[in-house]
């Protein structure tokens, strides 16, 4: 039963810091090119696909219409935020990567807890309990 609330605790905190991202893109999208300039990137053509991606990626495990593209936003998310964490405290700026290690944690119990809430499961995440029956 724990595993229930650890798994849509986490998995609606992460979509809420990816969806409240994808509208800080949409919003502030000069604030967002110029925060991207200060990190080293000037590729300001990566902000609409960025938009996309943070508005798929947590839809693609919520909605989990199909395990395999439900890991694979996993995946997706588990670089973009670690990347992210990386490029702020590459520039040595650490509080830029809280966000992003606040979202690697709870995107490790989101995936971890998913196999214990969902019907299909996915093969990837560690087993949450082994039932034994007895030989006869």
Not at 13 to 21: D, I, T
Not at 28 to 56: C, T, W
């Amino acid at each position: 039963m724990i595993e229930n609330y650890v798994y849509w605790i986490s998995t609606a905190l992460l979509s809420l810091l990816y969806f409240a991202s994808a509208s800080m893109y949409i919003a502030k999208g000069d604030y967002v090119r110029n925060a991207q300039a200060e990190l080293g990137y000037s590729a300001s053509h990566l902000v609409p696909f960025m938009i996309a991606v943070k508005v798929l990626g947590p839809a693609a495990i919520l909605w989990r219409f199909n395990v395999a593209l439900s890991d694979l936003a996993y995946a997706g998310m588990f670089y973009h935020l670690l990347l992210s964490a990386l490029a702020h405290l590459g520039v040595r700026k650490p509080k830029g990567s809280i966000p992003a290690i606040v979202g690697l944690i709870l995107l490790v119990a989101s995936f971890m807890t998913q196999n214990a809430v969902r019907d299909l499961p996915s093969p990837y995440p560690p087993l949450t309990a082994v039932i034994q029956t007895p030989l006869k």
